[in-house]
């Protein structure tokens, strides 16, 4: 997210969140999923220190709470805010994909029964 690579960050955020940002219409997918190139703005957003926060599993499927430390520049001042990002296994960890806060817990995108971390 920090390199402003929006095909790369696509290829690894859920296939339940692709779909539904598709099926909203091109401008909503490209509203959610726009990064912004750090070549091209003063002052992008920026995330760092990810700490895991919560590790849940079932069977084969493995949920992760990272707590990522994000900074936004407001007013001209670098402000800094927890942001949390959940990684997502269904192959006990062969292979990962990413969502924010706000897709994990929409019931449109992961289903309350295929959740396996509360909201806290």
């Not at 995330?47 to 007013?75: A, F, H, M």
């Not at 942001?83 to 897709?103: I, Q, T, V």
């Amino acid at each position: 997210m920090n390199d402003g690579r929006t095909l790369q960050y696509i290829s690894e955020v859920h296939p339940s969140a692709v779909k539904y940002y598709k099926a909203k219409g091109d401008r909503f997918f490209k509203e959610h999923f726009m990064l912004v190139d750090s070549s091209e703005v003063f002052n992008p957003d920026y995330y760092q220190d990810p700490i895991i926060k919560t590790i849940e599993s079932k069977g084969e499927q493995l949920q992760v709470r990272y707590e990522v430390l994000k900074i936004e520049t407001i007013d001209g001042y670098p402000e800094s805010m927890p942001y949390n990002l959940f990684a997502l296994s269904d192959d006990n960890g062969k292979s990962w994909y990413f969502l924010d806060e706000g897709d994990y817990f929409n019931n449109d995108i992961i289903p309350v029964k295929e959740r396996l971390i509360d909201k806290k």
